[in-house]
């Protein structure tokens, strides 16, 4: 019977997690956009300024049309997500926060919430979004 895994080390494998995950999801997302599709589940969904998008046909498409994007994150945060409300599935919870000027348009702030699942093959654990969640930022005046 193996031992039951502290929290630290939960909180831990969440924070690596988070920091590699953002670095390859906006430099994906800005360079190479038509593989970003491969970091989501199958099932995936998106909820981009309230819109709902899913599925990896839904998803390409919708890339497909943004205009190429420079994103900057100044800062993110992540929790592991207990275990009973996820099926005893290793989930991860990252928020970024930053800005991103997509071509023609002005620089704005956004927010982004992932839900992330490790999908293990071949003792490798690959970190895949299940839910994504993106809204522009809006200062009230």
Known sequence: ??????????????????????????????????????????????????????????????FEMLPSSEFQVTTFDCQPVHEQATQNQTTVLVVTCGTVKFDGNKQRYFIQNFLLTAQTTNNNTVWKIMSDCFRFQEWLT
């Open 1 to 62: 019977m193996a031992a039951p895994v502290d929290f630290k080390t939960y909180v831990d494998q969440a924070c690596r997690a988070a920091e590699e995950f953002a670095s390859i999801y906006y430099d994906t997302m800005d360079r190479r956009r038509r593989v970003l599709t491969r970091l989501y589940t199958d099932d995936a969904a998106l909820i981009w300024n309230g819109n709902a998008v899913s599925g990896q046909d839904a998803l390409a498409k919708f």
